[in-house]
Structures are given as C-alpha cells and as structure tokens.
C-alpha cells in the first residue's frame, strides 16, 4: 500500500491497486522493512520508502548535464504501492517480497526497489530467479559485504543477504562484484567468505583516480559475464557519510558525482533492476539521504532509457540488413 497523504515516486502513476504494467517502462517498489538492528539505536529505516516518497516530490525527470535529457519523455514510470510486511515475522515477510516481485518480474519491466534495510535483496534476487530462471549477475554498491552467515541466528539480516545469495543456484558467484568496500564496520571475516565464494572485491581504493566510464564498462563485463542478465544493489552507505547524513555513518566513501555516474553507465549497458536501500530518515534533519535517492534513480532511468534506444535502433539496422 502507499502511505496516506504520500505521492507517488517521481509522479509516478499509482499502481498500487491493479499492478497493471501495460503502459509502463518502469516500475517502483517499497519495502518498508528493518529486521534486525546490528548497531545500538541506529534504526528507522523501514521509514525509507515513505520519506524519499516525500521528497521526489520536489524534481521534474530533467537532467540538463546529461545532454538534456528529459527522463519522463523516454520513460513511463508507475508505482507499485509497498510490500506489506510483517514486523514479528522475517521469514513470513522474505517470502511476502519474493511473491509480490515475482509478479513484478514477469511483466519484463525495470524493477526499482527502494527500502528498507538490505535484507530485502535476497529475496527480490531469489524472486528474479525463480520466476524468469535466469543466471544472474549482481553489481552491489556498498560499503560493506553484507555477506555475514547470520546475524545472532537471523539469517536474514542487514549484514547476510549476500551470504543467502552465494547459496543461490541462480547466481554466478564469480558475477557478484562487491564494489565500493571499505571501512571496519566490516567483520575480518567478510573477505575471506567473498573469496570463498568466488565473489569480486573491488574496494573504494579501486574507483579512486580512475576514469569511472572505463570503470564502469570493467565492472560491468565481469558482472555479465556467463550470465542472462545483471542486477544492481545500492546501499547508501557506499557514499561517504558528508555525502550521505541519513545513512549509517561511514567515512571515507565515494562522493555523489562518483555514484551516479557508476549508475547511469552500468544502465546504459543493460541492468534488470535495482534496489536502494539503508536510509534513515530519523538520522537526517534536512532529508538529504532521502531526496539524493531520486537523482540516483533518474540517473538510472536516462540510463535505462539510451539502453533501450540502443536495443531498438540495433534491432532496426538487423531488419533492414536482412531485407537487403
């Protein structure tokens, strides 16, 4: 459901009630779930979807450093409402969000998930799976792996979804590229299991200084490789915290511009899906974190929309080669 006196995402259309996709490029999603809380008091993002729900309310879908690009000119937008979810239940509510995606899957649109902490991933990802049967590449942008067994026995808490997906036969491990980590909130676990697993570790120190468009098109091709399609998972923790008040807070992060042009040229090159997650509202006074997360996902959308420009006109010249 959506919350009352919320709008949509973007002005998207309102969903929420049929799911009817038949006139829609785009979908948008919320999971207002927190399960376990894996640091003291710092919790409340299960407010996330409402609040950037709020503050998308301020932009239009122009991008004028983007070649001017009117997003909303490419891309029809619709909102989906949010995932009910059941706060006493994790397993009741991993399998309420698989269900609820796995309709969304079908319909063949570009899925935007926002949440939530970033236990919600494995189940949307496992619902990916599941219900198209592709092999499934995964660029996840994050501070941290996330990758942790269980948290006091939660298997599905903020620190372990990326755990449940080495353990998924629709995932290619050696396609999971955890971009971005840094920092000693990690668990000195984290890279062993990583490694383990046969996941990708490039750290903050591997985008520093570096073209981020040949970046990009570098992760991009380990992430596709052996693989029917690619998905992206944002924690907003991957930004450094001056970039990032309402998200847990950790320095020495990448910077705005980084994040969105890493976005906007994985899109380009072709991605399913995408989730945001780990936004607190109750952390940041201004809701910066919040209004931030919709330039992120415009930046994917004008991406998203030059993807399936590119598509059609490469599916033009094959027709016209093979009457020729």
């Known amino acids: 459901m ?74 029809r937008l619709g909102d989906a409402g949010d995932i009910d979810v059941v706060p006493a239940d994790v397993e009741e509510t991993m399998d309420r969000i698989s269900g609820f995606t796995a309709d969304l899957w079908k319909s063949g649109k570009f899925l935007i998930g926002l949440g939530g902490d970033h236990g919600i991933t494995y189940p949307i990802i496992k619902s990916l799976t599941e219900t198209t049967g592709k092999k499934v590449g995964i660029i996840h942008l994050d501070a941290h792996y996330d990758n942790m067994p269980h948290y006091q026995g939660d298997k599905y808490a903020r620190s372990t979804p990326f755990a449940r997906l080495y353990e998924l036969d629709g995932v290619r491990n050696e396609s999971l590229i955890h971009t971005g980590i840094h920092g000693p909130r990690n668990k000195p676990d984290s890279g062993k299991l990583a490694r383990d697993a046969g996941a990708v570790t490039l750290t903050v120190n591997d985008i520093r200084n570096r073209d981020l468009k040949e970046l990009a098109d570098e992760i991009y091709e380990m992430a596709s490789k052996d693989v029917d399609c690619v998905y992206l998972s944002i924690c907003s923790d991957v930004l450094d915290f001056a970039f990032n008040p309402g998200g847990p807070v950790d320095g020495n992060g990448i910077t705005s511009y980084e994040l969105v042009t890493l976005v906007h040229e994985f899109t380009k090159k072709g991605i399913i899906g995408m989730d945001f997650v780990e936004v607190y509202p109750q952390q940041d006074a201004n809701q910066n974190s919040a209004h931030f997360v919709s330039t992120v996902v415009l930046y994917a959308l004008a991406g998203h929309a030059l993807h399936q420009q590119s598509k059609q006109e490469s599916s033009s010249q094959e027709t016209v080669s093979s009457r020729s």
């Open 2 to 75: 959506l919350y009352g006196n919320t709008p949509c995402f973007l002005d998207a259309k309102n969903i929420s009630k049929t799911k009817d996709t038949t006139d829609i490029d785009a979908v948008v999603y919320g999971v207002p779930w927190e399960g376990a809380v894996t640091w003291g008091d710092y919790t409340g993002c299960e407010l996330g979807p409402k609040v950037i729900r709020l503050a998308s309310g301020r932009y239009s879908g122009y991008l004028p450093e983007l070649d001017h690009i009117d997003v909303f000119e490419h891309i």
